[in-house]
């Protein structure tokens, strides 16, 4: 199974390292120089890291064959992708992966029915559940403990907690009632939340 892992984000220096966008809980493991990454787009790869160190709280990488800033930034937005064994687990059993999430069914405590998720947005702050509603519309759930209290992998539900506003039908953040931009036609940004226990890989 192919999961991204992080995308690469603009050139540092002149020696051709970039930054990246980390969407792992385990970036040990899976950028860790030596690690061979499948690209998207296809033709970018495979890159092998040759190196890797954090500089102001940013990992940055270098890999095999990009010797200069101008190679380093032609790979900007290119996203890293690692096969993983689909029955691999991470190790603390309170982090999942995506793979993991997708298609949970959503539900109250009291098993009030909210959605299923359908997708994992990894942002700098936080992960969000996007949950589709029986209706077609969308929410979005910050992937916290406080809210999202439980994972049951074996009954295939995630259980949630949501502060008041989240999800009920007049103040969520639905997709469909945003405008092109990404803002809401009712004038509300379309500014997200997240949390985590998951990444992009994890």
């Known amino acids: 199974m192919q999961l991204v892992v992080a995308r690469i984000g603009r050139a540092h220096g002149i020696k051709g390292e970039v930054t990246v966008e980390v969407r792992t809980d385990e970036p040990e493991l899976r ?9 998207d787009p296809a033709s970018a790869g495979p890159l092998t890291i ?3 160190r954090v500089h102001s709280g940013r990992l940055l990488l270098r890999f095999e064959g990009v010797r200069d800033r101008n190679a380093a930034e032609a790979l900007r937005n ?7 064994d689909p029955a691999e687990l991470p190790e603390d059993p309170e982090e999942f992966y995506d793979h993991q999430l997708i298609d949970l069914d959503v539900v109250l405590a009291d098993g009030t029915e909210i959605g299923r998720i359908a997708e994992i947005t990894h942002l700098p702050s936080q992960d969000l559940l996007i ?3 029986p209706d077609g519309g969308e929410v ?11 994972i049951e992998l074996e009954e295939q539900r995630a259980v949630i907690a949501p502060p008041p ?8 953040v639905i997709a ?9 036609k009712d004038g509300t940004g ?3 939340t997240r949390a985590s226990g998951s990444g992009e890989d994890t």
């Open 140 to 150: 979005m759930i910050p992937f916290v403990e406080e809210i999202v209290t439980e």
């Open 78 to 84: 290119t996203l890293l992708i690692a096969e993983v």
């Open 131 to 133: 949950v589709e509603r």
């Open 176 to 184: 469909s009632s945003r405008d092109e931009d990404g803002s809401r």
């Open 190 to 192: 379309a500014d997200g």
């Open 165 to 172: 506003g989240l999800i009920d039908e007049t103040q969520a």
């Open 50 to 52: 040759e190196t890797g």
């Open 31 to 39: 950028l860790a120089p030596g690690a061979v990454l499948a690209t």
